[in-house]
Nanobody, 126 residues
Framework: QVQLVESGGGLVQAGGSLRLSCAAS????????MGWYRQAPGKEREFVAA????????YYADSVKGRFTISTDNAKNTVYLQMNSLKPEDTAVYYC???????????????????WGQGTQVTVSS
């Protein structure tokens, strides 16, 4: 079965950095656009970043543009989210998402996501 397993979350001070990883199994990784979402307490899940390696394209939410970078390693079936200059408002559970035959733009819509990971907690202290 398909599994998306996130790791790399934790507690960091404002201004610090974290790198999240999402290892995919049970799917043909090259057929998927991959993305990251997050959900803070009491808020809806929101799109963060997406990558479509087939087109060499990426897409970011305005709130993280210039601070976060998404990348993929197809040899390892893994997608990463490098998060720099973290702010307390970045605190959330971060979820990996996979969109079969999607683009960096379609995976930004939760309705297009075929598979979700279980999430990893990121907490940014002020």
């Amino acid at each position: 079965q398909v599994q998306l397993v996130e790791s790399g979350g934790g507690l960091v001070q404002a201004g610090g950095s974290l790198r999240l990883s999402c290892a995919a199994s049970g799917l043909t990784f090259s057929n998927y656009a991959m993305g990251w979402y997050r959900q803070a307490p009491g808020k809806e899940r929101e799109f963060v970043a997406a990558s479509n390696w087939r087109a060499g394209s990426t897409y970011y939410a305005d709130s993280v543009k210039g601070r976060f970078t998404i990348s993929t390693d197809n040899a390892k079936n893994t997608v990463y989210l490098q998060m720099n200059s973290l702010k307390p408002e970045d605190t959330a559970v971060y979820y990996c998402a996979a969109d079969r035959w999607g683009t960096a733009f379609t995976v930004a819509s939760a309705a297009s996501v075929n598979y979700w990971g279980q999430g990893t907690q990121v907490t940014v202290s002020s």
